[in-house]
């Protein structure tokens, strides 16, 4: 009886509690993306300038957004709230200063800088980031 106490007493030692919160982060599909960017051409042209963002339809969940940290840097993220399953309303749209907002009723906010969700998420979730690779002359490569 003892050692079953103490079997018992140990597993649920080992459970942490932070593994319901962060199973809450697994509705983003491992949708692929393959996207070349030239920050040359128009619909990229934001994305030549630091702490300037642009969305992209078509790609990863809910579409990607592409952020350029620096003149050495772009980032990109998917462009679903990771907090909760793909919907027309969790698909993250620009409030400015590199911060991007959920449609739905939560209005969950994310940073283009971090990817880390603001205080006042519902969760503790981050947005999905994506590799980026440069190709030589301002052009990108996107992809998982």
Do not use: H
Request: proline share 6%.
């Amino acid at each position: 009886m003892k050692k079953l106490l103490l079997i018992i007493t140990l597993v649920l030692l080992s459970c942490n509690r932070d593994d319901d919160i962060n199973s809450n982060c697994n509705f983003l599909f491992d949708a692929g993306v393959n996207l070349t960017v030239n920050t040359n051409l128009p619909q990229f042209s934001q994305l030549q300038f630091p702490s300037n963002g642009v969305y992209v339809s078509g790609q990863g969940n809910n579409g990607i957004w592409l952020w350029r940290l620096n003149s050495a840097t772009l980032l990109a993220w998917d462009a679903a709230d990771p907090s909760r399953p793909p919907a027309p309303c969790s698909t993250l749209t620009d409030v400015g200063g590199g911060i991007v907002e959920s449609g739905c009723d939560d209005a969950n906010q994310y940073s283009l800088l971090t990817g880390q969700g603001l205080e006042g998420n519902s969760s503790p979730c981050t947005l999905k980031p994506y590799r980026v690779e440069l190709l030589g002359n301002e052009t990108y490569f996107i992809s998982n």
